[in-house]
């Protein structure tokens, strides 16, 4: 009988050991840590595209090095380019143009911000479309944010004219 008891206690930590070990990869994602997600998207609109404001990363909760430029094409089109670009990978990675300047306190950059999508790729040159209509004068920093944790991952200032 007692070792029947054994053999179940050890089954029931078996099973708890594997959904932690389940749970900690779906939500956590460490295994991003050794993935590199590489872009390299070309400058939209090349031949005319102007720069409106530009600024390099600085580092939050993980180091990154590149620069964030807001552009315009001359069919009137804005978009935020990273160049240079180079950050961890992590799970739930989103890039916001945020109202709070690029070197104040982190947990404020998701107070006032807009959501320009899913961040493409942890290292590389990449493009996110500005929605027409936002007033580019209201908003002061690009943030690459993690969602999942809510910690910016590194943010430049940019800020230009509507």
């Known amino acids: 009988m007692r070792l029947l008891g054994h053999r179940r206690l050890l ?36 031949a005319t595209a102007k720069t409106l404001s530009a600024g390099t990363f600085r580092s939050y909760e993980h180091a990154t090095s590149g620069r964030a430029r807001v552009i315009a094409g001359a069919d009137g089109r804005r978009y935020v380019r990273f160049e240079d670009f180079e950050t961890s990978n992590g799970p739930a990675l989103k ?50 944010w993690c969602e999942r944790f809510s910690v910016p991952f590194a943010a430049a ?6």
């Open 11 to 46: 089954g029931l930590l078996a099973l708890a050991a594997v959904g932690l070990a389940a749970f900690v990869l779906a939500y956590f994602e460490p295994q991003k840590l050794f993935i590199d997600d590489r872009v390299a998207e070309a400058v939209p609109a090349a």
């Open 95 to 144: 890039v916001y143009l945020s109202a709070s300047p690029a070197t104040g306190p982190g947990d404020r950059f998701d107070d006032r911000f807009v959501d320009l999508g899913d961040l493409k790729g942890n290292i590389g040159s990449q493009n996110y479309a500005i929605p027409r209509g936002v007033r580019l004068d209201r908003y002061r920093s690009v943030v690459v």
């Open 157 to 162: 200032a940019v800020s230009a004219a509507s």
